[in-house]
């Protein structure tokens, strides 16, 4: 699919996190893009990282072979290559899957805030470490041969206290995040609504023996 520029306009005040100094607000820039555009690519300079302030990014990464292997698919609230604060490249490709918006914390901004504000520097670590911990959480989810059983494990971890997951988009973004096709996750799905297991609406799924 062809690649459109991302269209920039000056940022309102964003939905951060509190501990975000304010220079890095302004100096903040929220970007546009249609279905299809890149943000960015990998091997492409590393300028900053990225909060989805609506609509969906999926993260990927071509191999060898010519093909493109998604890695996850980010949602409003989510953040994008904050490691790249610490790289001269960014290391995988980042595309809007619908019309998008996120914001820009360029990493000078973001790196001078290091140096002078040490509480900010600890309050980023944090949440680069709750990143890493999701990593794993996937990457042990992905470890699980059973497409059930990584629909299990995704269930019980994102479950509210009634048992239920509310799912923001398409199947197929979810498939992605379990590392199997769409066909193998409605078969699966259909089965454990048919074993009792899960009970399904238009965008949540109810873990009937969570346990």
Not at 60 to 66: A, D, F, K, L, N
Not at 196 to 207: C, F, H, P, T, V
């Amino acid at each position: 699919m062809q690649s459109h520029d991302a269209i920039e306009r000056s940022a309102p005040d964003g939905s951060f996190q509190d501990w975000m100094p304010q220079s890095i607000r302004s100096a903040s820039k929220v970007l546009t893009l249609q279905a299809g555009d890149n943000l960015f690519w990998q091997g492409s300079t590393a300028i900053g990282f990225y909060e989805v302030l609506s609509g969906r990014m999926r993260m990927g990464r071509p191999t060898i072979t010519g093909q493109h292997v998604s890695l996850y698919v980010a949602h409003a609230g989510d953040f994008l290559a904050e490691a790249s604060l610490f790289s001269d490249v960014y290391h995988c490709d980042a595309t809007a899957l619908v019309p998008s918006e996120v914001r820009l914390y360029p990493k000078g901004a973001v790196l001078a805030e290091f140096d002078r504000r040490g509480d900010f520097a600890t309050a980023f670590t944090a949440m680069i470490s709750r990143s890493l911990i999701a990593v794993r959480v996937r990457n042990e989810r992905l470890m699980l041969h059973s497409a059930r059983d990584r629909i299990r494990h995704f269930l019980i971890l994102k479950a509210d206290d009634d048992s239920t997951v509310t799912i923001s988009g398409p199947l197929k973004d979810l498939a992605t995040e379990l590392g199997l096709s769409h066909e193998v996750l409605y078969r699966t799905l259909a089965r454990m609504v048919s074993d009792g297991e899960i009970e399904r609406s238009d965008n949540a799924i109810r873990l009937l023996n969570p346990a």
